[in-house]
């Protein structure tokens, strides 16, 4: 199953007027959007129609944060507001994860490559576990949403669609990736955009982690830029 992260309004994401970075290269191949996608099936919906729905969730979702969130709970949801995607992969995403989870856990060896059940990696409970600080905490904790403003905890609520998702905010994402940069590779800009430019040949957990750290503190830095929500799409 691909993962692709989408970087936009909400309102832009749930009518389907967005393509992935696969679709966007197929359709400039000529080739039609695959089965399912957005518009190709008529699956679009008018953004006046969503934009209410989404309104009315954020401001459900402010109020039940309170005073935990200093600042308004608000951004750009118009037709006008642009939006960025990458698609890191699952591989990509899960070797992050891990390589942040093994970085504040360094006793623990990591795999070379990135197993098939990553999620139940003994580093990962570790860093997830009750009571336990992590530094990357906006990356290793589930999360599928970033909200455009600035906080330290992770939460668990409905999306838009009234599914129940861990949520976390992309300027402390920005931080953390960085954080974890200076950690680990102490990587300059240049050599991180490098890591971006292809997915590795070689699979390994390092390789992918690379790629798809290049990717998300790309959109993540868009992201914060332009006040705009950061999104899994799976």
């Not at 992935?20 to 039609?32: D, H, N, V």
């Not at 008018?46 to 709970?73: E, N, T």
């Not at 994860?97 to 504040?104: D, K, M, S």
């Not at 576990?129 to 589930?142: I, Q, W």
Request: net charge neutral; proline share 6%; with cysteine.
């Amino acid at each position: 199953m691909a993962l692709d992260v989408y970087v936009g309004p909400l309102t832009r994401y749930y009518a389907g007027a967005w393509e992935s970075a696969a679709e966007t290269a197929a359709r400039k191949r000529g080739a039609p959007r695959p089965a399912g996608s957005g518009e190709a099936t008529g699956a679009a919906r008018s953004q006046d129609q969503i934009r209410p729905k989404v309104l009315a969730w954020r401001a459900v979702l402010a109020k039940a944060l309170g005073d935990r969130v200093d600042a308004p709970l608000d951004w750009g949801e118009t037709e006008t507001a642009p939006w960025f995607t990458h698609r890191p992969g699952w591989d990509g995403f899960g070797s992050l994860v891990l390589w942040a989870a093994y970085a504040e856990n360094p006793s623990l060896r990591m795999p070379t490559v990135l197993p098939e059940d990553w999620d139940d990696d003994v580093a990962l409970a570790r860093s997830t576990s009750d009571g336990f600080r992590s530094r990357f905490s906006h990356l290793v904790r589930n999360v599928e949403l970033w909200l455009p403003v600035a906080f330290e905890i992770t939460f668990e609520g409905e999306d838009v669609d009234g599914r129940r998702v861990v949520m976390g905010s992309v300027t402390t994402l920005r931080r953390q990736l960085a954080d974890l940069n200076a950690a680990i590779w102490k990587a300059s800009a240049a050599d991180i955009a490098t890591w971006g430019r292809m997915p590795p040949e070689q699979r390994t957990v390092q390789g992918c982690a690379r790629y798809a750290f290049a990717l998300l503190a790309d959109l993540a830095k868009r992201a914060d830029a332009e006040r705009l929500p950061m999104k899994l799409d799976y």
